[in-house]
């Protein structure tokens, strides 16, 4: 739904096409997330990771792109995209362990949470300053 919100506010074509690839990214994964499952942990880990990965790099792109001060320069966007691909890294040596788990995606989630949080309320308190006061 973030990535929907986001590309409607974008009026840049490249930026929209970063937005759109990682929101439609996001919603095809269920597919092959659903077979993975079927599968087994190992194969969730693997296309999990590679989503982290890809995603993160998008996010990273986009993060880039958007540095300006009035967008408060998108620290936690960076610093998100940056973990997603570590994270999705990680998980891919994790399911070639002998019993890999998914608790590990407990703390990227929670972690990913904070991030997005963080930037919606700079985005937010750097829209409110920038928009003319009326008394």
Known sequence: ????IDYRARTDRSERRVTMFNGVLSTLIAVPLGLAGASGVPAVLHVLGAW???SGI???AVGLRRRSAELGKQWPMLLAGGLSVLAGTYWN???LADQPKLNVLVFYTA????FF???SVLLARRTRQAQPQTA
Do not use: D, E, P, R
């Open 1 to 4: 739904m973030s990535s929907l």
């Open 52 to 54: 982290a990965i890809i």
């Open 58 to 60: 998008a996010q990273t």
């Open 93 to 95: 040596f994790l399911a």
């Open 111 to 114: 972690v990913g949470g904070i």
């Open 117 to 119: 949080i963080i930037q």
